[in-house]
């Protein structure tokens, strides 16, 4: 139940802060400012215009996030304007900022910034700004007013922690001043209350909210529901990678958490979705504006990498990369915010790094939580029916890229038998089995 407890102190937070600011600005003076900043930086952006005319490309809204509840730290250091004009230039079309200053180190003061930066190059470029959305817990439209006066041209409202007579009162009164909101939801039911106070852009959160953990089906049945009731938002290409006629679409789908790479991509892309929002394996990464461009938001780009016998270029950050011989959660935490895919952990004897069966335990719930999972992975590998060596290697390390998007645990084994090696496996909710010994593959079948 941690979630609900944070938003439920940031609403306390929030309206406090509102109450006993003496130097908060009034609503007359948020909206002489809204009045002034569209005077010289020009009008808001709507959201779904700008997800529905990137077709047939996926749109991306590339995420400024310094850190999080359940991630801790991620970027502290970051620059919003210089990260925002970097994901720009990449190709993101929108740019979410975290405002909330606590638990995601975020500020009124990014957002701004953010779209001030992108807003100068656009126009020494001659190219369209990507829009802003101001990611917050927001609950009044005081918060709407106070982001348009700093820039934004969108704003993020949560099902779950709004009531559905304000939620339409929020999105009437963000339309009111030219604002088209991405409203959250992440249980069916929660789909039926945003489209009956008016959303038209839906963003699918696939965290639980009471677990923290992931599923990335919720956006697969959320698409299934708005099909079911004959909704359109299909966001499409056709076999010429062209664009369907978006006129008559009336509503778009975003996937909001979970992404990470061009299978993800690809797998939204199928389902109609128009946006997938990606935000801390671009702020990990060394060179977000390669990462962008391996998410191939493009379906050309994406039958192009996929095409190659290697699945295409190599993109820093983006491989496997295994951080073995950790012996305490601590460093497994140091290591999986590091961007570390496997997690090695010894259980070899004469080993000076081996580890008991508590301490693989503990290592491995230390994982899971940061991957927000609850149980082993299932890798499933196969063949395909195809006698190339090199081709069916290739296709399994592509499953593994794919899987370990959040850290795998490894147990690293040397001579042990099968019986002992499936007992650490089962005990300790070992992902996957590194044999180091003289084993042969026959113990790979047995294992």
Known sequence: MRHWVLPAKKLTHVHATQKADPHACTVDDLTNQMHDFESKHGPRLNLLQVIQSCQPAMALAAEFKRASPSKGPIAVHLDAGEQAVKYAKAGANVISILTEPHWFKGSVQDMREARLATQAVAAATDQTRPAILRKEFVTNTYQILEAAANGADTIL????????????????????????????????????????AGAKVIGVNNRNLHTFQMDLATTDRTVEKLTQRNLSFFHDYDQDNTARDADNVSYSVCALSGMSNAEDVQRYRRLGVGMVLIGESLMRAQDPAAAIQGLCLHPKKYDEATSTLAGGAYTGGTKIVKVCGITNPEDALVACRSGASFIGVIFVPKSKRCVSIEQGQSIVSTVRAFGERTQSASIITSNNNNDNIVSNLISK????ENESRRPLVVGVFQNESSDQIRHVVETVGLDLVQLHGREGMEACSAC
């Open 397 to 400: 390390t592509r499953v593994l």
């Open 157 to 196: 409202l949560i099902v779950a922690i709004t009531p559905s007579h304000l939620l339409k009162t929020l999105i009437d009164y963000a339309r009111s001043i030219d604002m088209e909101p991405l409203v959250e939801v992440h249980a069916p039911q929660e789909l039926d209350v945003a489209l009956n």
